[in-house]
């Protein structure tokens, strides 16, 4: 079976999660950060290089106050709980996205769990945080157009983005039955295999992942040729 090197999640489906067993949204969300464990573990397991996982979108602002809070405390606990064995699995941590808008004590526990794992050279744990496929862009033109050169390549274009040095997305998972991008990695999904799944986030575990991988195996890329 091959290994898909760069897997992207999105990971959704915890609101419902909650809601159909009459618990508070954010219940899901907290239940979720289990499938996160999971996936991680199985990810640095299968040798995977690179696994992206979609925390919050530019557009998530939308929610109500307590969630978006509640998604971020969420967030500094399972950073605060998890980084040294993190660490010590030789998995390095990265974030993509404009966390400059984030809680200040949160922005804090980022930067150190970063500063922490930067030397190792396992699976990279990259984390998608305030992140917008168009934001991504127009940011990264914003950079270029201070280099101040008359016309731009794609290389060029990739060193801007913020998952510069990272392979593209080979297979990029979605749950909860949705089917569309919601503005996760536009540039970068260019060739990846999209894969959908009803089972909803709190439930993913390996054995899904597996699904995925072998639904993976089945497909025939051929990035345009024949
Ligand atoms: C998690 O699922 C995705 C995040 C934004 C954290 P949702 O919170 O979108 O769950 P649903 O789609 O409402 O069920
Ligand atoms: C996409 O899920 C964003 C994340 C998983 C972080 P959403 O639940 O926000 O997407 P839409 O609103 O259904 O498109
Ligand atoms: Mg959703």
Known sequence: MVIPKHIAIIMDGNGRWAVKRGFSRLIGHREGIKSVEE???????????????????????????????????????FLRKKIKELNKKNVKLKVIGDISKLPEDVIK?????IKETSNNTGLILNIALNYGGRQEIINAINGILKLNIKSVDENTFEKYIYT???PSPDLIIRTSGECRISNFLLWQSAYSEFYTTNVLWPDFRKKDLMDAISEYNRRNRRYGGI
Not at 39 to 68: C, D, H, M, Q
Not at 109 to 113: A, Q, R, V, W
């Open 39 to 77: 996936i991680i573990k199985a990810s640095n397991e299968l040798g995977i290089s690179v696994l992206t996982l979609y925390a919050f979108s530019t557009e998530n602002w939308a929610r109500p106050l307590t969630e978006v809070k509640g998604l971020f405390r969420l967030l500094k606990i």
């Open 109 to 113: 526990e980022i930067k150190s769990s």
């Open 164 to 166: 510069s040095g990272l």
